[in-house]
């Protein structure tokens, strides 16, 4: 493992330990993206999405591209790069396609399409299809100097599973549903070799340098509660239980685990039991609710709705007091995000002023508890 500069912040992984803290540490997700504009648009050029994230340098400068807009006022960085470089580590071509989004042009029709039984038979070299990912970890992890820990991430198998069958972007879910209630066997299988494949994934995130880890479950509440404790629930409890041992494994010490399965509110309480050191919450859940069902086994991450970003100062001050006081002040194990990744269309200033909220606002209650 690279030898790197000694973490001059390390809030959220204290906060992910259990820790108390001085301030509730601050990131949100998607945070090195479009809505930073011209900055954005300069590094990226003419480059394809997927072009950039194969880009060591590109997809480093795009990480920190954040974390220097908003010196001083977020406390992580997350690689820049895409939960769905596992499915084409699985053989799959992916595209991002303009204003459309990612897109297979050859999905999974049925288990006998043959493709099925080509992703499953493929032994996955995980170093060696992804290695454009490690090596960004890498650069990243010198550039920033330890100014703040960098997180890796993975999509929940069940989120892949559903990109891999629907082929893109979906609001029926058509054809995953007819995946899991029709060929249940095959779809099983399937999320397990994703399972495996992400446990792989992740472990050579940190020894390329990543000091915290989060699986993106994004379309976890397309499930029904029995089906996520099917499809869902038991490969993510595969990943928090295989990793460490994996760690173990490279002679890497474990680190903080975050899972976030978003619209899966009826989980909740099985994911405080889940093996990850932090649940990540969507903006439908009440924090004090949610502080009250994990507690304390626990961190929560989140969870303001990103749409208020698009409001007025006011409306973003109000609701930042409410998630203070329902986060319980910021003392002890909240790490404060969205609910969801950040829109491309938020006014830079206008997270900044979220951000500056968070600071003051936190500020003023620990004084005062």
């Known amino acids: 493992m690279p030898a790197f500069a000694p973490l001059k912040n390390d809030l959220i992984l204290r ?15 998607r945070q090195a993206g479009r809505y930073l504009g011209e900055k ?48 084409q580590a699985l053989g799959m071509t992916v595209e991002v396609l303009d204003k459309q989004g990612p ?28 290695d454009y990912v490690f090596k960004a970890i890498t650069m990243t992890k010198q550039k920033l100097h330890g100014r703040v820990p960098l997180f890796g991430f993975c999509g929940g198998p069940w989120t892949l599973f559903g990109y891999m069958v629907e082929g893109g972007g979906t609001k029926i879910f058509q054809r995953v549903k007819t995946w899991i209630y029709k060929y249940p066997r095959e779809s099983l299988a399937l999320l397990q070799k994703t399972a495996e494949v992400c446990v792989e994934y992740l472990a050579l995130q940190v020894q390329a340098g990543a000091d915290i880890v989060q699986v993106f479950d994004s379309w976890a509440g397309e499930l029904s509660p029995s089906s996520f404790k099917q499809f869902s629930l038991p490969y993510l409890r595969y990943i928090s239980e295989k990793l460490p041992l994996r760690l173990r494994d490279l002679d890497l010490e474990p680190v903080p685990m975050v899972v976030f399965a978003k619209g899966a509110w009826y989980a909740l309480d099985a994911l405080c039991d889940s093996g990850y050191h932090v649940v990540g919450l969507d903006w439908l859940h009440d924090p004090a609710e949610a502080v009250r069902i994990s507690n304390g ?43 969801h990744g950040i829109g491309q269309y938020v006014k830079p200033n206008d997270l900044r002023f979220f951000f500056e909220e968070i600071h003051r606002v936190t500020n003023t209650t620990l004084k005062d508890s």
């Open 15 to 29: 906060v992910a330990r259990g820790e108390e803290v001085e301030r509730p540490p601050i990131w949100v997700m």
């Open 40 to 87: 954005y648009n300069e590094k990226k050029g003419k480059l394809t999405f997927f072009e950039c994230c194969r880009s060591p340098e590109i997809a480093s400068d795009l990480t920190l591209q954040p974390i220097d807009t908003f010196e001083g006022l977020i406390d992580a960085a997350i690689i820049f790069s895409d939960i769905l470089v596992v499915p």
């Open 103 to 130: 897109h297979f042009p050859k999905p999974l029709e049925s288990p006998h399409d043959g493709q099925y039984s080509q992703v499953m038979a493929k032994d996955v070299d995980v170093q060696k299809e992804l």
């Open 297 to 339: 086994r626990v961190s929560l991450q989140g969870n303001a709705d990103p749409g208020v970003l698009y409001g007025s100062r006011d409306s973003i001050t109000t609701l930042v007091e409410e998630m203070v006081t329902g986060f319980g002040g910021g003392k002890k194990g909240w790490i404060v995000n969205l609910g």
